[in-house]
């Protein structure tokens, strides 16, 4: 069961209704457009936030901000408090800033930036063709190290 709207919800929905009905020719903008572009199933989810049927929670805010070249605040000025501390905090870390990324080489790095340009089957080819390279190279070593065992025994 949904909840009651609240005044505050109400009163949002009047804002972001006021902003759409101003914004949307000038975005070119139907209800259709707007909820793929927001990613909502169908035009009646646009529609309920827009009429107060639906309460705007922050993602909704955030999408319809986005949408309309708004600040969310113009939506819900009550949460500007949030939106202000978000602005703040950290931007989420790129790519390259993940853990551990500074610990790479530079050709550590560059390795994994041709690798993730390959396709899906020549990633899977070079992967399989390191192994045997890799078990290869430790057979190598093996008998290297049994050699200079059998040497260092039959010289003492």
């Known amino acids: 069961m949904k909840r009651k709207l609240s005044e ?7 804002r972001l209704r006021a902003i759409w009905n101003y914004k ?3 975005l070119g ?5 707007a909820a793929d572009i927001m990613g909502y199933n169908t035009q009646g989810a646009v529609s309920h936030y827009l009429n107060g049927v639906t309460p705007l929670n922050t ?3 955030i999408k319809f901000a986005s949408l309309l070249m708004v600040s969310p ?11 202000s501390y978000v602005r703040k905090g950290p931007p989420p870390p790129s790519e390259h800033e993940e853990p551990g990324w500074n610990h790479l080489t530079s050709q550590h790095k560059e390795l994994i930036r041709l690798f993730n340009k390959l396709p899906e089957s020549e990633k899977v080819k ?6 045997v390279t890799t078990e290869n190279y430790d057979k190598l ?7 200079r065992r059998k040497s260092s025994h039959s010289s003492q």
């Open 141 to 147: 070593l093996e008998e290297l190290l049994v050699l």
């Open 24 to 26: 949307r020719g000038m």
């Open 126 to 131: 070079l992967l399989q063709q390191l192994e």
């Open 29 to 33: 903008l139907t209800q259709e457009k």
């Open 73 to 83: 605040e113009e939506i819900r000025p009550e949460l500007s408090e949030l939106f």
């Open 8 to 14: 505050e919800d109400l009163q949002a929905a009047e």
């Open 59 to 61: 993602d909704a805010v």
